[in-house]
């Protein structure tokens, strides 16, 4: 049984291509395009499995571009658990301009889900063994119940899974009502939770304790980027640093991090060893191109670094 549940509502066939210069109203010579599965749980688990943990991975497929989803999950083996749904899988498209290193992003909303489709997404939850951590990440379609996540949140606590969610909002501040294991807000999205101005550490670390105070969650990972992360948990807050490497693209960096985070902890490392792993992993698919992720490899090799920068030896 796999130790991991992700899930992903609005999964997302990214495409990427590289052209020299973006210029309007010129027909562009683009270089040919990349295909890859995206979502944000999706990514976590495409992730986890270069990291040599299977994960159980719910997620939305229809039409076409579900068929061509589906078989490139297939190619990396991705233990997959698809509902099948009657509206077309949705793309995101980006785009590196080669003049400039200049990276544009553009996502498509995706379609409606039936309500029944919503309800038989938490029953795979619901009927799924063994597991120990549920990840939920990347947005709703349109039209979904604003309160889903919470939904989610209660099928976790059904499940006695620990509970990680990565979403903004209106629906963090709903889920964090019911209950979350661990959340991951940068500093907007941390602004946004408390209505306070996230400037410096000094105030970045008070608002984690209000969240911490205020809400019902047990482990609060601030992502900085570049200035590396702080965690903060009722008992402490620790701050860690992230490895200096060359920006090439921000894409799946996000859940790179969730997922070297729950990696770890499936293993049983301690929390700050995971969210140290966690930052190595985020800052290795930095250093991937357009829509690649991490190396297990490359992951590794800058945790090991970081270790030794924190630690010493």
Known sequence: MDKIITLTVNPALDVYTTVDKLEPEKKLRCAASTKDPGGGGVNVSRVLKRLGTDAHTIYTRGGYTGGIFGSLLDGEDIHQD??????????NFAVSETSSGDLYRFGFPGAELQEEEYEELLEKIRGSKGSEFLVASGSLPPGAPEDYYTQVAKVAAE????????????????????????????????????????GNREEQKKLLQEVLDNYNVEVIVLSLGPDGA????????????????????????????????????????D????????????????????????????????FRELKVEVNGS
């Open 271 to 302: 929390i700050e060893d995971a969210v140290l792993f966690g930052i190595a992993c985020g800052s290795a698919t930095i250093k991937s191109p357009g829509t690649e992720l991490l190396t297990r490899e490359n992951a590794e090799k800058l």
């Open 230 to 269: 702080i965690m903060a948990t009722q008992n402490k807050i620790v701050e860690f640093p992230a490895p200096k490497v060359d920006f090439i693209s921000s894409i799946g960096a996000g859940d790179s991090m969730v997922a070297g985070m729950v990696c770890s902890l499936s293993r049983g490392n």
């Open 159 to 198: 499940k006695n899974l620990k509970f990680i969610i990565d979403t903004s909002g209106e629906a963090l501040r709903e889920v964090l009502n019911v209950g979350a294991y661990l959340i991951k807000p940068n500093k907007d999205e941390l602004s946004d939770l408390t209505g306070k101005e996230a």
């Open 82 to 91: 698809a509902l099948e749904v009657k509206n077309d899988l949705r793309q």
